[in-house]
């Protein structure tokens, strides 16, 4: 019961400050502010305790967000802590990445009212402030039992899966091909939304319970998957979907033209100090960019060709602003950051000859909708246009790229790559390699990082289950 | 029973009756055969309290009890040639018709008789009439004998009547048919009654009218039953008494008597050992009581005492008893439980003729003394024509109070002379003072758990015993914190426990049974009064022979202990070396039958080596055990002792983690459990404490057990029980979905109608407990219980129905609809209607010939929800829609303001619920359609309850209270405490608009149809059976989830009662309770409605999210606020999105009946042939048996299966209303006023009525003020006297009335005043009954005389003065002024938040006797209240001029004087100053 009924309308929505759009393409830092515990209270209180949490019904992991937002209005900070951690591994990660408007935020009751209650902020507040004052995961209850399994991938869905095993007293080791962990937390998502120091204090409390980390090894190439199956009791592979979906029109080849994740992951290692070799660093300063995708990728491409010093970047999307994949928060971010937005358009052709000249462009209207239920663009004759460009970033998002050796060990997959698990039945996500299971990109094609990390959290249980534990 | 009968819902069993009843008395025991005419020619006075059936004669049964017509009966004996001694005895017995059988009963009476040592003189035919039966009553007609018994000469009498009792007692258990009844057999009394009609009783009985049948007491009674099948036996009186009401604990009080037959030893009564039972078990309630009366008159207690102990007055918490009446009661109260419920008794055993009424007053009784000494008590007053000046003595028995004639010292005695007897007879202070002992308590207590569990401990326990987090913070916190139950709103809509998939905890099982319409729940706010929790823990002896050792008792205030007490209770100076431990927890691999067991011979052993106490205990987990749930124990161990005679020996302490909220304690007090101890919940407290989540300083464990008590009282109140004693044991539960061997073993008597989950299956949910709760990296659950989570319990308005209706309404796309059907209609099975499908009654018929939607909407109503509860914009939106598809919106109980009468925002139903808020003539003669709510499916037993922040202006004006101030509704309608009340007020409805039918709402549990049946009876046009699953408003959780049945149960029921009664023709039958879409429509209407009622449906259409905070003022969508800014930014519901979803419904109706081959939908209503069982998704699914819901009970499908009949016309036509409206319509048409005179009898109901209605429908309820009619009445007159009476309209009575003068009355001016020949003292008499101007809202009544109880109930706007007045007066008062020139009963002002009273306080009590809550009191000084001094003497002068009363008078004249001992009674938020201001401000 709220202490106060009608906090939601005496106090309005309100995130942590936001830094000025001038002042924060000038770095790559986070541009939220952080909340303190009186301001996330007040916005704790707005929540209204309804009797059907939209909200928790709506999150991918189903968080207890009003039980924790009570918590958090009363003070309990590290009991939130634990709460939030009941049912998500990386909170602070998904209160910083989810699409909040398009999941909880977006089914808050307040969200036709006046304003959702501010879920992501609080939720990045109660695991970035409890941690700070040092609350730690309560392992005091676990018992060791001696099993081990192997993860392959340290990104959302491993580190989940990491994190449940842990959880039930399992050691986990997870290998990873990158210097760091998180995938693509740490080298697709740009720090100015998630700063790498937050997937390095992940790291230290995961180590913290157990955890293992192998990095810089790529199963398959520095160690055989083999030797995995065969060393450990378990194995759950959560490789994440690496290859890269393509527009399928001319001149996608030419130089100029990038694919979203190469050009993402060039700029981390930069940031990061790794290795360029490994991933060269692609520069769009002074460049005229054109960024051809809606969803998150494309946004995050966005800002960062601005933060690099493009000299324009113009977003172009297929459909109409309503029926963007993306979350509304980043469009607006990236506007403010100066880029310009083009909907209902669909490239045709890359045009250019050595290099990129232009997109050309056909207007489009929403048709009916498709087997998705989504509503299809429908292109408009005589409506097409050429809009210059010195480059052009392909955000279209990724498709599943099983490694080979995955048929070796009689773990299939479906003709569209995702690998085949086991929907029901007493040990979700279990491969038809009853030692493996799998979870995350790999299983479902790409999606959010929320739903990996569900995905990586049942498939821990389903293992163990499966080692009776 | 034949197997068909077993397989429905009609139970014989269940039948409820109240009635008119009465005595004459010689007080001089001198006989005359006056005495029997007058009280046969009362009995038909009183006909309108008794239900007529169609045929016009037959009645529910009405009769005689006579003080033995020695002349007469030695007389007619004589003449059959019988030899009679100088002592003789006679009975009356019914035989069989057949021959055969009737002289096996003659003989075995014969034979019992002889054994006994008592010579059979002979047997008489008497002489009977058949003409004047009825044709129902003639069907059943026994053969009528006399038998004659003669005394051995020197017997003496009483000794004699002993072993007639004996005889008749030995012979019952010998008969062999089911006919045979022995109406009585004594030499004091004899009995005449019969299925008839009053007024026929001498023409049946041509005996009766024999000048020769003289006898000095008659005591007469007339049935109203809810049920037809006619049954001569079940007419009253019985041997001693008539009894006027139902005895809600009957079950407890029949196990109870069985169990302690062995303390009923007296040397005055043989061996009554072979009487077994003592009490008869079946029958009818009050025939139970007469029995017990009867077992102890015949042990040798006078009847007098006995019936006091039986039904004992209030004594725990009144504050001004006698300390010695005090301590008769309480050293009684050691020894026997009352039994409670509503009860005016009448009775006599040939020594004594009394009346004597419950503790709370619930049935009225008047009575007069004439001259000739000749006492007359009645239901009501002007039972016989009279002269006033013969009358010397004029009064109403008090709540608890016995009148009583010795008949042999010729003495009147009232009730303190009736004490003054009792409390001498034996030294009870002094054996009480040295036997009881009381558990202490510290001032302050803020321990919980002296040996806190460690954490992962705790957690052990929580996961063993289902204990979520959501359930420690949604009820366990907030009874600590806030020492009252959690509130929610939005019912309940998860799966009934044995449909659910979850681990559901056994009391969940258990449904709460409530009052409704045959007795009222009792006000456990504001009448706490009359409510106790005293538990005694000793040991019962014999009842006959009293002494100090029957006060060797300790009393506890309540049955939830401490640990303090609990470690008090087993300490060294109590129990330490008496008690038993028995551990529930139980290797893991016995059966639960096998555990029972063990449990019950450790207890049984336990009880043999003399211990007292039983300790049940789960206390003490061990790996490899499972603990027995303590419910079953306790049911289990209960009814073992009781079958071994061993019950009364021992007493069972609970020490439990199952029990948390009141319901589980009150289910383990219900199955017999004496105290409970809830460790767990002290645990769980200590351990949020320990999280800092709650101030520790706070004495959580005692708030919490505050809470407890208030919810305890609530659920006792709702069955209309005031002491825990009382309702322990008495199993006053519906157990829906467990299998009959665990009812058997545990709960026997409980009904318990579909079976369910078995042993096995309450086994295997412990093990999946258990082995979460050693499983140390399991977490404690969430819940979901209360709200949905996801993985936690199915919410069937879960976000994703919510969120696909709304987006169907919005865009009006049929398509859309239907994703939201397919999710409501395809869910996991969550009701009843899930385990049915649907069967074609032939092939599919085109969609195009199947009956239109627009002739299916008008069978839809919207469910009452208040303007209050929604905001004026919810409310009217659906009003418009309603009015648009041609259906009607229900008003709800918060009036309705005017501007939207005639328009299309009207609501064609109003509601009249037991708040009337805003109830006057002109709102009711601008409906189609009244509907009495008598119970609400999410909180029956409760009314309703508004806060005080949904209050605003335009709420207060609508319900005429004050703006900001909460409104709680009563929890019974003040003029319904039984069947023959509810005729009443649906005969005032009918009289105010005799266009409008009346709907009366019940709510599903076992017997609702045969309450409805009554209903029928009582003349009400439609019925709604409401399931659990609806409501829409604020309530306590625990009344949410544990009160109510599924309304497949309640319809079915109704509907199979209805057609095996033949009146299902006479009224429509509605259905409601998460009603959702057209499939849900065709299954209740196969289950019998032909109506439906849609409450959260159409809400959320309008935008509701159902966030169940309705409660709190801050719906965020708009609906359920009055906050101006969310309502006027955030609702946004139009019409049409409510036309959307009806009109979707219907046309998945139409869809539906299509595909089953059906065209018209009045073909599917009844139709259970077409609904087919299916296996369902889980094993305990599969075993629920549904067959008794789809029972046609053997019927022709030609017995109707909907209403035919227009309407349902009252017996009474009510001839002198129907003259007045012929003679004053003129002058009301014309506006004109004028003066007429009418005489006025008892039997002329709701006078005044029919006129305001007339007046209403013309000229509003104000209209006519400056014209009025003054009718000028003499007599007495019926009950409801002025109800809803206008403005314009003045009633001057001279004579006295009954019940509800002024009822609803809002403006006018109503005068009664005795006949200036009285022969009695006004002032000291009562002049009006009970329950006058519930309801009002204005105008004006000067009473000269003394008032009933509750006294202006609920005024809102009356100005009133009266010479005295009962208990509870000026009781939820929220506006108006009453004058009380004379004392006043207890509990004034309780829950008085508006007006205020003047109290002439003469003997300077009254400070004992207001209810200290909300009110205080002042006195009126010269100096600093001038304006109360001339505001009083304004209204006393003006009492004076109407009335001409001569104590007004009296205090006028010596005014200063008198003015020092008054009171200004006001509310405690109210300025004193402001009072008088704002009485202008409204003039």
Redesign the interface.
């Known amino acids: 019961?709220?202490k106060h009924?009608?906090q939601?309308?005496e106090v309005p929505r309100r995130n942590p400050d936001k830094e000025s759009p001038e002042e924060r393409v000038l770095h790559y830092g986070e541009i939220y502010g952080a909340y303190d515990g009186a301001s996330a209270a007040a916005q704790a209180g707005r929540c209204?305790?309804?009797?059907?949490?939209?909200c928790?019904?709506?999150c991918p992991v189903?968080n207890?967000i009003p039980?924790w937002l009570a918590l958090i209005e009363?003070g309990?900070l590290f009991?939130a802590a634990e709460l939030s951690h009941?049912t998500n591994s990386l909170p602070e990660i998904c209160g910083r990445v989810c699409p909040q408007d398009r999941l909880c935020e977006g089914?808050c009751?307040?969200e036709?009212?006046?304003g959702a209650v501010t879920i992501g902020s609080i939720e990045r507040y109660i695991t970035d402030e409890a941690v700070r004052q040092g609350w730690r995961p309560d392992m005091s209850?676990?018992?060791d039992t001696g099993k081990t399994v192997a993860i392959v991938g340290a990104g959302p869905a491993g580190l989940a899966a990491a994190d449940v095993l842990a959880?039930?007293?399992i050691h986990a080791v997870v290998y990873d091909a990158y210097p760091e962990i998180g995938g693509l937390l740490t080298y697709g998502i740009p720090p100015f939304k998630l700063e790498k120091s937050v997937v390095r204090t992940r790291r230290a409390l995961l180590e913290g319970m157990g955890v293992k980390f192998v990095l810089n090894t790529r199963i398959g190439r520095d160690k055989s998957f083999t030797e995995l199956v065969d060393e450990f009791d378990a194995v759950f592979l959560g490789m994440g979907t690496y290859a890269y979906v393509k527009g399928g029109f001319p001149g996608e080849d030419l130089p100029g033209v990038h694919d979203a994740l190469p050009y993402l992951v060039g700029n981390a290692y930069r940031e990061l100090g790794h290795d360029e070799a490994a991933a060269p660093y692609i520069d769009m300063a002074g460049m005229r960019v054109v960024v051809l995708g809606g969803g998150d990728t494309g946004m995050d491409c966005n800002r960062t060709a601005v933060r690099q010093g493009a000299a324009s970047v113009t977003c172009a999307y297929r459909r109409d602003e309503e029926n963007m994949p993306g979350s509304r928060r980043e469009v607006a971010n990236s506007r403010e950051e100066g880029v310009r937005f083009l909907f209902n358009r669909q490239p045709l052709e890359i045009l250019g000859d050595e290099k990129v000249k232009g997109v050309r462009l056909v207007e489009t209207r929403m048709g009916a909708p498709g087997p998705d239920g989504r509503r299809r663009p429908e292109p408009i004759e005589g409506s097409e246009e050429i809009l210059e460009a010195d480059a052009v970033i392909i955000a279209f998002g990724f498709r599943p790229n099983p490694p080979g050796w995955l048929s070796e060990h009689a773990i299939e997959a479906l003709p569209s790559g995702k690998l085949r698990v086991a929907a029901l039945g007493p040990y979700p996500f279990q491969t038809t390699n009853p030692k493996v299971f799998a979870g995350g990109d790999m299983v479902r094609g790409s999606d959010l990082v929320v739903t990996a990390v569900h995905e990586g959290r049942e498939a821990a249980k389903g293992i163990a289950r499966f080692l009776k534990v | 029973m034949t197997e068909q009968v077993a397989k429905s819902l009609l139970d014989p069993e269940l039948h409820r009756d109240s009635c008119g009843f009465g005595l004459i008395a010689n007080l001089d025991d001198l006989p005359s055969h006056w005495v029997v005419e007058t009280a046969i020619s009362a009995l038909a006075r009183l006909t309108h309290r008794g239900a007529v059936a169609a045929d016009g004669k037959t009645g529910d049964g009405c009769g005689l009890l006579i003080k033995f017509p020695e002349t007469f009966l030695r007389a007619v004996g004589m003449q059959l040639g019988f030899s009679l001694n100088q002592r003789f005895a006679a009975g009356t017995v019914f035989l069989s018709r057949d021959e055969a059988a009737a002289a096996a009963a003659r003989e075995a009476l014969e034979k019992a008789v002889a054994d006994t040592g008592l010579d059979v003189a002979g047997w008489r035919e008497v002489p009977t009439d058949p003409s004047a039966c009825g044709e129902q009553a003639l069907k059943t007609l026994p053969r009528i004998e006399q038998l004659f018994v003669n005394a051995p000469d020197g017997m003496p009498r009483g000794r004699f009547n002993r072993k007639l009792f004996l005889a008749r007692r030995r012979a019952e258990n010998r008969f062999s048919d089911a006919d045979t009844y022995v109406a009585s057999l004594s030499s004091v009394t004899i009995s005449y009654k019969g299925m008839i009609m009053p007024a026929a009783l001498p023409q049946f009985y041509p005996d009766l009218r024999d000048p020769r049948m003289e006898s000095s007491v008659c005591v007469f009674h007339q049935r109203f039953s809810t049920n037809t099948l006619p049954q001569w036996r079940l007419a009253q009186p019985f041997r001693f008494l008539a009894h006027n009401g139902e005895i809600n604990t009957i079950q407890g009080n029949r196990n109870w008597a069985v169990a302690r037959a062995r303390n009923f030893i007296s040397d005055k009564l043989d061996d009554i050992s072979d009487l077994d039972p003592i009490i008869s078990l079946t029958g009818s309630d009050s025939s139970s009581l007469d029995n017990m009366l009867e077992v102890m008159r015949a042990g040798g207690m006078d009847v007098i005492q006995a019936m006091r102990l039986l039904i004992p007055p209030a004594w725990q918490t009144v504050d001004n008893i006698d300390p010695d009446v005090r301590a008769f009661y309480e050293f009684y109260d050691c020894q026997l439980e009352p039994w409670d419920g509503p009860a005016g008794i009448v009775l006599t055993d040939g020594r004594y003729a009394a009346c004597c009424l419950d503790r709370n007053g619930l049935r009225p009784a008047r009575y007069i003394i004439t001259r000739d000494r000749h006492l007359t008590v009645a239901s009501e007053v002007g039972v016989y024509d009279y002269d006033e000046k013969d009358v010397i003595r004029k009064g109403r028995l008090g709540p608890g109070e016995m009148l009583a004639v010795d008949l042999v010292n010729g003495e009147l005695l009232d009730n303190d002379e009736i004490h003054d007897r009792l409390k001498t007879r034996a030294p009870y202070k002094k054996w009480l003072k040295r036997g009881i002992r009381y558990l202490d308590s510290l001032l302050v207590d803020t321990r919980m758990a002296a040996e806190p569990m460690e954490p992962?401990t705790l957690a052990t326990y929580q996961k063993m015993f289902n204990l979520t987090?959501e359930e420690i913070?949604e009820v366990i916190a907030?009874l600590a914190r806030t020492e009252v139950e959690?509130v929610?709103?939005?019912g309940d809509d998860t799966p009934m426990a044995v449909l659910s998939q979850k681990v559901r905890s056994p009391f969940d099982y258990f449904r709460q049974q409530f009052a409704q319409v045959t007795n009222p729940p009792i006000d456990s706010l504001r009448e706490r009064i009359v409510m106790s929790l005293q538990t005694n823990i000793g040991r019962e002896y014999n009842l006959f022979e009293i002494g100090p050792r029957h006060a060797e008792q300790v009393i506890i205030n309540s049955p939830v202990l401490s640990q303090a007490k609990l470690r008090q209770l087993l300490g060294p100076d109590m129990f330490e070396d008496s008690h038993t431990f028995i551990d529930l927890n139980v290797d893991e691999n016995l059966s639960l039958p096998a555990a029972l067991d063990q449990i019950c011979a450790a207890a049984e052993k336990g009880v043999r080596d003399g211990n007292l106490i039983l300790m049940l205990s789960d206390r003490y987990l061990e790996k490899g055990k499972l603990p027995v749930h303590a419910l079953l124990a306790t049911g289990a161990v209960h009814h073992h002792l009781v079958r071994k005679g061993l019950r009364c020996d021992a007493n069972i302490v609970v020490e439990t983690g199952v029990a948390r909220d009141a319901h589980q304690i009150a289910c383990l007090i219900g199955y017999g459990a004496t105290t409970v101890y809830p460790y767990l919940v002290y645990q769980s407290l200590h351990d949020v404490t320990r999280?800092?989540?709650i101030d520790r300083q706070q004495q959580l464990g005692r708030n919490y057990r505050r809470g407890i008590r208030k919810g305890l009282f609530k659920i006792m109140s709702k069955m209309g029980i005031s002491s825990i004693s009382s309702y322990r044991g008495a199993q006053l539960f519906e157990i829906v979905g467990l299998d009959d061997e665990i009812v058997e073993r545990c709960f026997r008597g409980t009904p318990s109608r579909i079976r369910g989950a078995t042993f096995e299956d309450l086994l295997e949910d412990q093990k999946k407990l258990a082995a979460a709760a050693w499983e140390?990296?399991e977490?404690i659950e969430?819940g979901g219980l209360?709200?949905?989570?996801?993985?936690g319990e199915y919410?069937c308005?879960?976000?994703?129905v919510?969120?696909t209706l709304q987006s169907a309404v919005r865009t009006g796309d049929y398509a859309q609809y239907r994703n939201y059907a397919r999710l409501v209609n395809e869910r996991p099975v969550a009701t009843l209607r899930d385990l049915l499908a649907l069967k074609a009654a032939g092939p599919p018929v085109p969609l195009d010939e199947v009956e239109s939607v627009e002739s299916i909407l008008p069978r839809f109503d919207s469910a009452g929800m208040s303007l209050g509860a929604l905001s004026p914009e919810a409310h009217e939106a659906l009003a418009i829609a309603m009015n648009r598809i041609g259906a009607r919106s229900n008003s709800g109980e918060g009036g309705e303001d005017a501007s939207r009468h005639g328009s299309e925002r009207r609501s064609k139903i109003k509601q009249v619920a037991s708040g009337r808020f805003g109830v006057t003539a002109e709102y009711l003669v601008n409906a189609e359609v009244i509907q009495i709510k008598i119970a609400q499916g999410a909180k029956p037993g409760e009314g309703g309850q508004l806060p005080g922040h949904k209050v605003n202006d335009m709420i207060a004006k609508l319900r005429y209270a004050k703006p900001g101030v909460g409104l709680i509704s009563p929890p019974p309608h003040h003029d319904i405490y039984s069947i023959e009340d509810l005729a009443q007020l649906i005969f005032d409805l009918k009289q105010v608009n005799p266009q409008a039918l009346v709907s009366v709402k019940l709510v599903a549990e076992p017997g609702v149809g045969t309450v409805a049946a009554g209903v029928v009876k009582a003349y009400a046009d439609l019925i709604t059976i409401s399931g659990y699953d609806g409501g829409t408003g604020a309530s306590p959780l625990s009344s949410v989830k544990y009160a109510g049945s599924p309304w497949e149960l309640g319809l079915s029921e109704t509907h199979q009662v209805l057609r095996s009664q033949n009146m299902r023709h006479q009224v429509r039958l509605q259905t409601d309770g998460g009603l959702k879409t057209g499939l849900d429509v065709v299954k209740a209407a196969m289950l019998g409605a032909e109506s439906f009622g849609f409450g959260t449906a159409p809400m959320v259409a309008l935008g509701c999210?159902?966030?169940?905070?309705c409660h709190?003022?801050?719906c965020?969508?708009g609906v359920a606020t009055q906050?101006n800014?969310?309502r006027s930014?955030?609702f946004?519901g139009l019409p049409e999105m409510v036309i959307n979803f009806f009109r979707f419904v219907a046309e998945e109706v139409r869809e539906i009946m299509a595909s089953l081959g059906v065209r018209t939908f009045a073909e599917l209503v009844g139709r259970t042939d077409l609904l087919e069982r299916q296996p369902g998704q889980t094993a305990r699914q599969a075993r629920l048996d549904l067959s008794p819901i789809l029972s046609d009970n053997g019927l022709a499908a030609s017995v109707p299966q909907f209403c035919t009949e227009p309407h349902n016309a009252p017996f009474d036509k009510g001839e002198l209303a129907e003259r007045m409206v012929r003679e004053t319509l003129p002058a009301i048409e014309s506006k004109s006023g004028g003066r007429f005179e009418f005489r006025v009898q008892n039997f002329n109901r709701s006078i005044g009525a029919r006129l305001s209605g007339e007046i209403a429908r013309r000229h509003g309820n104000h209209g006519m003020a400056d014209a009025p009619l003054d009718i000028v009445l003499h007599g007495n007159a019926g009950q409801s006297f002025g109800a809803w009476n206008v403005s314009g309209l003045n009633l001057l009575l001279r004579g006295d009335a009954n019940d509800y003068v002024g009822k609803g009355m809002t403006g006018g001016r109503i005068v009664i005043y005795p006949p200036d020949n009285a022969g009695y003292v006004a002032r000291d008499t009562a002049i009006i009954g009970n329950t006058c101007l519930y309801g009002a809202t204005g105008g004006q009544l000067f009473a000269a005389g003394r008032a009933g109880e509750r006294f202006a109930v609920r005024n809102s706007g009356a100005t009133a003065i009266i010479e005295g007045a009962g208990d509870h007066c000026c009781e939820y008062m929220t506006d108006g002024v009453v004058v009380v020139l004379g004392s006043t009963g207890v509990n004034f002002g309780a829950g008085m938040t508006g007006g205020f009273a003047y109290v002439l306080d003469i003997d300077r009590d009254f400070v004992d006797r207001y209810n200290h809550e909300l009110i205080d009191i002042h006195r009126i000084t010269p100096e600093s209240m001038e304006a109360h001094l001339h505001h009083l003497r304004s209204l006393i002068t003006a009492h004076v001029e109407a009335t001409g009363s001569a104590w007004g008078e009296a205090i006028l004249d010596d005014y200063r004087t008198f003015l020092q001992k008054f009171w200004v009674v006001k509310p405690k938020a109210a300025e004193l100053g402001s009072l008088i201001e704002s009485l202008r401000r409204a003039a």
Request: hydrophobic share 30%; with cysteine.
């Open positions: 019961m709220p009924p009608l939601f309308l209204l305790a309804c009797g059907n949490p939209y928790e019904w709506q189903h207890y039980n009363e309990k009991e009941q089914a009751t307040l036709e009212a006046n209850n676990i018992e959880r039930n007293g | 992962d987090r913070a907030v959690p929610g709103s939005m999280r800092g989540n140390p990296r977490s969430q209360y709200k949905y989570v996801h993985g919410h308005y879960n976000p994703d919510v969120t999210k159902y966030l169940r905070i709190l003022n801050n965020a969508t906050n800014v969310l930014e955030y946004i």
